[in-house]
Every structure is written in structure tokens, then in C-alpha cells.
């Protein structure tokens, strides 16, 4: 009888150790869902909301498990990391972050699981702006995230700064004449001060493309595509003009060091260092930096935002709608080599509900895409935030196209900003280089020319 048992043990070991051997699911991956994000710094406002989510889904689901996945990594490189993990049946997550500007691309790379039969099923689907749930809608018409973010640009200014150099606060540029004017008046009354932080290193990423050089292009006659006639706009007036303000930034001294701005912690130094420090007069960036300075984030300040004040960004020459803006975003979507997309949605739902959403943007800044969190006094008196202001952006704000080459033709436009910015090619030279990238991207017959 011993012999026995000792040769069922034996079996029993062999048959377990087989299965796991040939790929085998084990009980403990099959109660863990993976939740991969990108981790860019410390105390980072994302962490603790997936800290609370993970409570509310483990007390709801006592048999199940979240494991957190961080990518730390550039910006580019989580999008590189991000993809192969999605590529594997044996690396794939559960549940993704991904930027809105990636869902078209993933989605068209079959990385992503379509999420409609599920929404239509939510009740909480309808509180989600239209504008936002089109950022999460691939060229296919499906849906393949949910928004748990949006947010607008536009330019921030040191209030100090401005009243040493004795320019006006609050301070309203009307075209772009008016930035430069300030710039250069800081540049002169306030030494040792940079008068004016653009993103426009390779290593910044969408912080390039979308911040700086969208930022001025669709305040131009000019977008970077047409969506009617389903081509690129490679050459026009308003993408030269969007680089030669880039090269009168820097070409006159009035940005910050090359060492600086083309490091690939840029943002960070930018954020948590030299505007906390009030060395920088005007910060072309996004409404989200509030949650930098929040009392949970990596740099907190309760001062910051009576010391730096959110403004619109004008047109080229104040043509109408008389300013301009860009907006993104965030969402969670579902692996589709996921074998637990159900335990995989229900985190999904926890995660983006109306309490979960309101406690995300409150430490991380970004506005919500929920009306009803939009609606809450909380929201929207919320001390240290520009929420109210930065909404009003939306009513001029453009979106990036969401096509599934974006991602390719942003990594030519973010080398033809740092070529100008470097002074390694002039305006014009950076354009035509641009032109004969993208074309070799999308091919000759999908982009065309202005004058």
C-alpha cells in the first residue's frame, strides 16, 4: 500500500509538472489579471488609483488577484515594450493603458480586443463625453478602450516673471507675434530666466509632436491631414510657419539649453525642478501638470498655480477661432490574447466609474471625459487645479488623426522639429526632409502638397 501511494504521488507530480510544461495554465494565473502601465517617476498619481482600484476589484472578486506590470521606459519605448508583450499569447497582459493616439495602430495590429458588446451592455457607457469616445474608436468603428482621461493645451506663465519684466497679467496673447514679444522682453528684463519651454527633442515623443508642433500647426490654415481626400499634408504654409517659429525660439536664445530640453527626462526637469524654481517665463504644455505639484505627486507645490497661470493659445495671427488647442488622453482596453477578458472588464468598470474617475483626476490633474464627474462640485472647485479653465479650452480644441499610420509619420515630425530646433536644417530644409520621410511611410499617393 505504501509502494502505492508513493507511485501515485509520483504520477500526480509528473502529470502536473507535464502541463505546466507544455503551457499549462496554473490556478494562481488564472485568479490574476495583469494590468501593464508605463511608470515615468515616483508617486505618481496613476499608482494610486490602481492602488484603490485594486481594493474595490479584490473585495469584490475575494478569490482574485491584480498584478501591477510597470514599463519604465520613454515614451517610445513603452510603445515598443508594450507591443511585443501584446504580440504573445505567453507575455500578454490583461488590461493596457494605452494612449488614444495608439488605439487606431494597435487595434489594426490586432493587439487589442473590441469592446462593443460590452459597452452596449454598461449603463455608465452614456455619462462618457462623444468627443472623447471618438478617441477610442479605431478606423474600423469598433471600440477597443475606455477613457479614463482627456485634457487641452495651452500656455502656462510665471506671474513673478511677468511682473518683473512689466508685461500684463493676467497676461492674453492674441497671435503669436505676442509670445515671441514676451519672450523676448523676458529675455532681456529677467536674466537667468528661460523665456520659453517647448518640447522639441525626439526623446519627448507626442510631447513634440501634439505640444509643440501641432500645437501651432492647427492654429494655422493648415492640419497635418486631410480627411477628405484621405492623404498626409506633407508641405503647406502652415508647417513651415509652425517651424520657423520653433527656429526663432531657439536661434535667439530664448528656449532652454540644448542639454536640457533634448534629455529624455526633459518633462520631469521641466515639472518637478525649473518651474517650482521659477525659471522659466511661458511653458507651452498641457492642463495636467497640476497633478505634478498635488499634495500625493512627485513635486508638490500648493503654491503653483497662483504662481503659474494657464492661458489660451492664439492662432497664428489671431484668425478666428482666435486660439487653438490639442487634445489626447488616455484609456484601458483589453489584451486580445488575454485569457481572462471578463476578470479583465470587470476591473475595467471599477476602474472608470464615476468614484474611481473622480478620484484619479483629482490627484493626477487630467480632466475627466465623465459628464457626471464633470458635474460634481468637487471636480470643479477643486483647490490647485485649472479644471474650469482648461474645459473651456475644448470648445477650440483639434485631435490628432486617427489613422494608423499617426504613430510612424509623429516620429518624422519629431525629427524635423529637433533638426530645427538644433539648427541642423533650416525650416525649409526640415520640411522637404519631412515630406520625403512621410511619403516613404504612407507611400507617394497618400500625401499632397499646399501652397
Not at 526623446?203 to 492654429?219: F, P, R, V
Not at 486660439?323 to 490574447?337: C, D, E, N, R, V
Request: with cysteine; charged share 25%.
Amino acid at each position: 500500500m505504501k509502494k502505492m501511494f508513493l507511485m501515485l504521488v509520483s504520477l500526480v507530480l509528473v502529470l502536473v509538472t507535464v502541463a505546466c510544461s507544455s503551457g499549462g495554465t496554473s490556478a494562481e494565473d488564472l485568479s490574476t489579471i495583469k494590468v501593464v502601465y508605463r511608470k515615468y517617476g515616483q508617486n505618481l498619481p496613476i499608482e494610486k488609483w490602481f492602488e484603490k482600484v485594486i481594493g474595490d476589484f479584490e473585495k469584490a472578486h475575494p478569490d482574485k488577484n491584480v498584478e501591477l506590470v510597470p514599463i519604465q521606459a520613454s515614451e517610445g519605448d513603452f510603445f515598443a515594450k508594450l507591443a511585443l508583450m501584446m504580440k504573445s499569447e505567453d507575455t500578454a497582459p490583461d488590461v493596457v493603458t494605452e494612449d488614444t493616439f495608439m488605439i487606431n495602430a494597435d487595434a489594426a495590429a490586432g493587439y487589442l480586443e473590441p469592446l462593443d458588446d460590452r459597452v452596449n451592455k454598461w449603463d455608465e457607457w452614456d455619462q462618457f463625453h462623444d468627443e472623447v469616445k471618438k478617441g477610442v474608436t479605431a478606423n474600423d468603428g469598433k471600440i477597443y478602450g475606455i477613457p479614463y482621461t482627456t485634457d487641452t493645451r495651452g500656455l502656462w506663465y510665471n506671474v513673478n516673471i511677468f511682473k518683473k519684466a512689466g508685461l500684463p497679467v493676467p497676461w492674453e496673447p492674441k497671435n503669436w507675434n505676442d509670445i515671441l514679444t514676451a519672450a523676448k522682453t523676458i529675455k532681456e528684463k529677467v536674466p537667468g530666466t528661460i523665456p520659453f519651454w517647448c518640447n522639441v527633442g525626439k526623446a519627448s515623443g507626442e510631447a513634440t509632436s501634439m505640444q509643440t508642433l501641432e500645437m501651432l500647426l492647427y492654429g494655422t490654415e493648415d492640419p497635418l491631414y486631410d480627411a477628405e481626400s484621405d492623404k498626409w499634408i506633407v508641405k503647406s504654409p502652415g508647417f513651415l510657419h509652425s517651424l520657423e517659429f520653433i527656429h526663432k525660439i531657439y536661434s535667439q536664445g530664448l528656449g532652454p539649453e540644448m542639454s536640457q530640453i533634448l534629455a529624455g527626462n526633459a518633462g520631469n526637469l521641466l515639472t518637478e525642478q525649473l518651474m517650482p524654481e521659477e525659471k522659466v517665463g511661458i511653458v507651452l504644455n498641457g492642463s495636467w501638470l497640476t497633478g505634478t505639484w498635488g499634495e500625493e505627486g512627485p513635486a508638490p507645490w500648493p503654491e503653483a498655480t497662483k504662481v503659474y497661470h494657464f492661458t489660451a493659445m492664439p492662432t497664428e495671427k489671431g484668425q478666428d477661432p482666435g486660439f487653438t488647442s490639442m487634445s489626447g488622453g488616455w484609456a484601458l482596453s483589453i489584451s486580445s490574447k488575454s485569457d481572462k477578458k471578463d476578470l479583465a472588464w470587470e476591473f475595467i468598470k471599477l476602474a472608470t466609474n464615476k468614484e474611481n474617475s473622480l478620484y484619479y483626476v483629482l490627484r493626477g490633474g487630467e480632466l475627466t471625459p465623465r459628464r457626471d464627474v464633470a458635474a460634481d462640485p468637487e471636480y470643479r472647485n477643486a483647490p490647485g487645479k485649472v479644471f474650469e479653465q482648461a474645459t473651456k479650452f475644448l470648445d477650440f480644441t483639434h485631435y490628432r488623426p486617427s489613422h494608423e499610420k499617426y504613430p510612424a509619420v509623429s516620429t518624422k515630425i519629431q525629427a524635423a522639429v529637433e533638426s530645427v530646433a538644433t539648427g541642423r536644417l533650416s525650416p525649409r530644409q526640415a520640411m522637404d526632409q519631412y515630406a520625403r520621410d512621410v511619403k516613404a511611410v504612407v507611400g507617394a499617393e497618400n500625401v499632397i502638397e499646399r501652397r
